[in-house]
């Protein structure tokens, strides 16, 4: 069975960077796409970025376009989210998910993962 395990989340600055990364293990992982959310307490949990395991195609929610990049190593079976110039409303837990099934390679909505991280707490102070 593949795990997803998050890592990287920790507490900083605004205007500050934070890199995130996502490691899958324990089988055969070739997913259509992976995905990063995000979720603050008493709030849904909303989309960020998500890449094309095979071409690396990306998508970005609005609200991180120009500041977060993602990016991925097929080999290694990881996941990074680069978050740049970090705000206070960025503050959540950030999930790793991975997309494997669909007509689609990439999707925004969360019921189209099915395998997902336990997730890392990143903290943005003003």
């Known amino acids: 069975q593949v795990q997803l395990v998050e890592s990287g989340g920790g507490s900083v600055q605004a205007g500050g960077s934070l890199r995130l990364s996502c490691a899958a293990s324990?089988?055969?992982?070739?997913?259509?796409?992976m995905g990063w959310f995000r979720q603050s307490p008493g709030k849904a949990r909303l989309f960020v970025a998500a890449i094309t395991w095979m071409t690396g195609n990306t998508d970005f929610a609005d609200s991180v376009k120009g500041r977060f990049t993602i990016s991925r190593d097929n080999y290694k079976n990881t996941v990074s989210l680069q978050m740049n110039y970090l705000k206070s409303e960025d503050t959540a837990v950030y999930y790793c998910?991975?997309?494997?099934?669909?007509?689609?390679?990439?999707?925004?909505?969360?019921?189209?993962?099915?395998?997902w991280g336990q997730g890392t707490q990143v903290t943005v102070s003003s």
């Open positions: 324990g089988g055969a992982f070739s997913p259509y796409s």
């Open positions: 998910a991975a997309k494997t099934s669909g007509e689609t390679w990439l999707s925004r909505l969360a019921s189209d993962y099915s395998i």
